[in-house]
């Protein structure tokens, strides 16, 4: 298990991080994602410390809250060292029946961390994230609590998942002119079949110095290797019930057959070549991986092991690459004389 730094910060993460959105199963879209109870998340969690995971993500959302009481039991009933892990949670959805248990305002945050704390039994979360965007509520209101939050103790760092560039850009805008704690991670959906954060996002986040936490990496078991075209729909599987993250189906079974021929010449299986791609992009901080089961759980960290070949990855970018868009094309074409030249400067920096 290797150890990456989480944006700017000196915190250091594992390159896998367990997701604990299966716990507590409920009702809805809860009981369709999982339904991992107590005992079996203690053997998750336990698996996974074993393994060198140190990172773990919930959300205040997930069951209901129920995840987020089950990981900090867990974390009680196994007597882990608070220092031996990093703690990620989440605000911003639905948690109560009136006008402001939702959002990111400051009203919903500084309730959300107190029962957040109180369900994990800690007295502090390491990366607090807004969990969306919130359109009603200004972005200089969120940085702004995120930081009460960071001066109190509650909070060691900060971050923010599914937002676009520029409203993360505008928020670190927003910090660096007040002082304030400033997004450190971005968590996003990022697959092989799902590159579309390449455009904005990426060039963003190494500019600004952010982490990434990369979410539904098998985009929502699609690349599980269990799905092709002609094993679209099994009966009882989540992507029957749930169809999320949105995939382009096509482009997501030439992506699998790409996986399915190199997974069969290593042995191993397809979920890991997935994985394995992501671990190799250098945007990747940490890939956030979920399981029911610990069978599932070792596959993913299987993934860890597996050094794909340039030609393999070659073979896999030819067959996932994004169509070209505007700018993007226009911003390669005229900048291509001003790249050559910085990089004709940095090998003779380097000679």
């Known amino acids: 298990m290797r150890y990456n730094r989480l944006g700017r910060t000196g915190l ?40 060198g995971i140190n990172f773990i993500d919930t959300a205040d959302v997930y069951s209901a809250g129920l995840s987020e009481e089950i990981t900090g039991q867990a974390l009680k009933n196994l007597r882990v060292p608070r220092e031996n892990v990093v703690i990620a949670t989440k605000v911003f959805g639905v948690t109560g029946s009136t006008p402001n248990t939702l959002g990111a305002s400051r009203y919903h945050i ?26 009603a509520t200004p972005i200089e209101e969120t940085v702004r609590a995120l930081d009460t939050l960071v001066q109190q103790g509650h909070v060691r760092y900060v971050g923010v998942s599914n937002w676009a560039a520029w409203q993360i850009v505008k928020a670190l805008g ?22 579309d954060l390449e455009r904005e996002l990426v060039p963003m986040m190494k500019s600004e110095g952010l982490g990434l936490m990369v979410w539904s990496p098998l985009a929502g ?14 009966t009882g599987s989540r992507r029957t019930t749930f169809d999320f993250p949105p995939v382009d189906r ?19 299986s397809v979920a890991q070549i997935a994985l394995a791609w992501l671990l190799h992009q250098e945007a990747v901080t940490t890939i956030i991986v979920g399981a029911k089961r610990i069978e599932q759980l070792d596959d993913n960290l299987a993934a860890t092991q597996i050094e794909l070949t340039a030609d393999e990855l070659a073979r896999l970018d030819d067959v996932s690459r994004l169509p070209a868009e505007y700018p993007g094309w226009m911003l390669a074409r005229q900048g291509e004389a001003r790249r050559n030249q910085l990089q004709a400067a940095r090998r003779r920096t380097s000679e």
């Open 12 to 51: 250091f993460v594992s390159e896998l991080c367990l997701g604990t959105m299966t716990f507590g199963g409920g009702t809805g879209i809860w009981d369709q994602i999982g339904n991992v109870q107590q005992e079996d998340a203690d053997r998750l969690i336990g698996r996974a410390l074993d393994a």
């Open 110 to 135: 500084m309730d959300g961390i107190k029962a957040s704390l109180r369900r994990l039994q800690l007295d502090h979360i390491d990366l607090y994230q807004i969990h969306g965007f919130d359109p």
């Open 250 to 268: 096509e482009r997501a079974y030439d992506c699998i057959d790409a996986m399915r021929t190199i997974a069969e010449a290593r042995g191993v």
């Open 221 to 234: 078991g699609l690349l599980s290797g269990k799905y092709g075209r002609q094993t679209q729909a099994e």
């Open 174 to 195: 927003i910090a660096e002119r007040g002082g304030l704690a400033r997004f450190e991670s971005l968590q996003a959906y990022y697959t092989l079949a799902g590159r």
